[in-house]
């Protein structure tokens, strides 16, 4: 696992302490150990520990974890969404995308529909798919900003944006 130390505040924000989004790769990053191991400490939401066992590269960990949080609390899309991950993580792209197009359909229309597209523009980031991610992120974007989301995930959709744009025109 790496951990960086400064120069991340500008960043996007991954929805927990001490997590951000790593503008390059577009994925979630532990940037402030102590913040991220605080925040697990005080939480009693099963899901945070699947998080962060999905930014620590730990996909059978956060695999098991999630197996038990999805028993309790099937229909939760942020689980759904972690399941997914739990697949990018283990370098299961097509799969990760396939189960992301799934929540998709079951989304549409929904303000979760942009959650839902900033992810699987993830998956096929990672997944070497820059052109579906392009797309999938412009789509995230043009909904936050209908839908008058909040500013930092309006940042996170546009960062991951232009970066996707920048791998999209160097592959050129």
Same mark, same amino acid.
């Given at each position: 696992m790496m951990m960086v130390k400064g120069g991340t505040s500008e960043w996007p924000d991954?929805?927990?302490?001490? /997590?951000? /989004?790593?503008?390059?790769?577009?994925?979630?990053?532990?940037? =402030?150990e102590d913040a991220m191991a605080e925040a697990l400490a005080d939480s009693t939401?099963?899901?945070?520990?699947?998080?962060?066992r999905i930014v620590e590269g730990h996909a059978a960990e956060a695999a098991e974890l999630l197996a038990e949080a999805r028993y309790k609390d099937p229909?939760?899309?942020r689980l759904r969404i972690f399941e997914a991950d739990v697949l990018r993580v283990s370098n299961r792209f097509d799969r990760a995308v396939e189960v992301f197009r799934q929540l998709l359909a079951?989304?549409?229309?929904?303000?979760?529909?942009? #959650?839902?597209?900033?992810?699987?523009?993830?998956?096929y980031f990672a997944?070497? =798919?820059?052109?579906?991610?392009?797309?999938?992120?412009?789509?995230?974007?043009?909904?936050?900003?209908?839908?008058? #989301?909040?500013?930092?995930? /309006?940042?996170?959709?546009?960062?991951?944006?232009?970066?996707?744009?920048?791998?999209?025109?160097?592959?050129?």
């Amino acid at each position: 696992m790496m951990m960086v130390k400064g120069g991340t505040s500008e960043w996007p924000d991954a929805g927990f302490p001490g /997590i951000r /989004i790593n503008p390059q790769s577009l994925m979630p990053q532990i940037v =402030n150990e102590d913040a991220m191991a605080e925040a697990l400490a005080d939480s009693t939401d099963p899901g945070d520990l699947v998080f962060v066992r999905i930014v620590e590269g730990h996909a059978a960990e956060a695999a098991e974890l999630l197996a038990e949080a999805r028993y309790k609390d099937p229909a939760s899309l942020r689980l759904r969404i972690f399941e997914a991950d739990v697949l990018r993580v283990s370098n299961r792209f097509d799969r990760a995308v396939e189960v992301f197009r799934q929540l998709l359909a079951e989304t549409k229309g929904t303000l979760e529909e942009a #959650a839902v597209r900033q992810h699987l523009g993830r998956a096929y980031f990672a997944g070497g =798919n820059v052109g579906a991610a392009v797309e999938s992120f412009a789509k995230a974007l043009d909904l936050r900003v209908a839908g008058s #989301a909040d500013a930092a995930l /309006i940042y996170a959709s546009t960062v991951a944006l232009q970066r996707a744009r920048e791998v999209l025109e160097q592959q050129s």
